[in-house]
């Protein structure tokens, strides 16, 4: 079973919609992460969240809210979505003892919106 | 402002050859630089990292290589295998004094031919 899941993989919405792309682990990981990765470019850090009472803005937030549930899950929001937000969506946990802050990705979200 | 930036979007290279994939950052402040190898439809996976203190780390056939004075790293692959077809990314994080920066460079498609 994947150690970082996603769901859905898949979205398309019209403009306006709230969506809500969900992130779930089972790697025990204090910290998780959201980003956006548009085609030529590399991944963008949305938000960031260390623990479960600890949420914080990365580069890009505008337009986007998050949730984190419980440790193993960090949901992420877009109250109206707007067309300039279809991108490919990665969530991503770490564990704060190393060193490097090496990074577990999930498979992606792709979400298109009309 | 591009603060890390990989300069190739692709590299062609032949089966037992080096591959030398480059990226550059435009300032000092970071901890790590971590490479992260990427195949369609999945989420990126961790490589190998390098602490700034550093000049060279190797793990197995993967060593990268940190020229502080140029503000630039290398990730050598010896030798390439076709598996290694993937698109690779650079990052640069800094974790400490309170500032949280993960930073992706765009990054760059190896082809390694069979």
């Known amino acids: 079973d994947a150690d970082v899941t996603q769901t859905p993989r898949n979205r398309i919405t019209k403009t306006g919609k709230r969506i809500m792309l969900e992130c779930s682990q089972t790697k025990g990981h204090d910290r998780m992460y959201w980003y956006r990765q548009d085609p030529g470019l590399g991944l963008q850090l949305i938000y960031y969240s260390f623990d479960v009472k600890d949420i914080n803005k990365g580069e890009i937030s505008d337009g986007y809210s998050v949730s984190r549930q419980a440790q193993a899950k960090f949901s992420l929001s877009l109250e109206s979505a707007i067309p300039n937000q279809t991108a490919l969506y990665f969530c991503?946990?770490?564990?704060?003892?190393?060193?490097?802050?090496?990074?577990?990705f999930g498979p992606g979200t792709r979400l298109t919106v009309l | 402002d591009q603060q890390v930036k990989q300069n190739s979007p692709s590299l062609s290279v032949q089966e037992g050859r080096i591959s030398i994939l480059n990226c550059d950052y435009t300032n000092s402040m970071f901890d790590y630089f971590l490479w992260y190898k990427k195949y369609p439809a999945e989420g990126p996976t961790f490589l190998i990292s390098?602490?700034?203190?550093?000049d060279k780390n190797e793990d197995g056939r993967f060593t990268v290589f940190l020229n502080k004075s140029a503000k630039h790293l290398s990730l050598h692959i010896v030798p390439s295998q076709p598996g290694d077809s993937a698109v690779y990314f650079c990052a640069a994080f800094r974790g400490t004094s309170g500032t949280y920066k993960y930073i992706f460079g765009t990054g760059t498609r190896l082809k390694v031919l069979a």
């Open positions: 991503a946990t770490s564990d704060p003892s190393t060193r490097s802050d090496e990074q577990f």
């Open positions: 390098i602490s700034s203190i550093k």
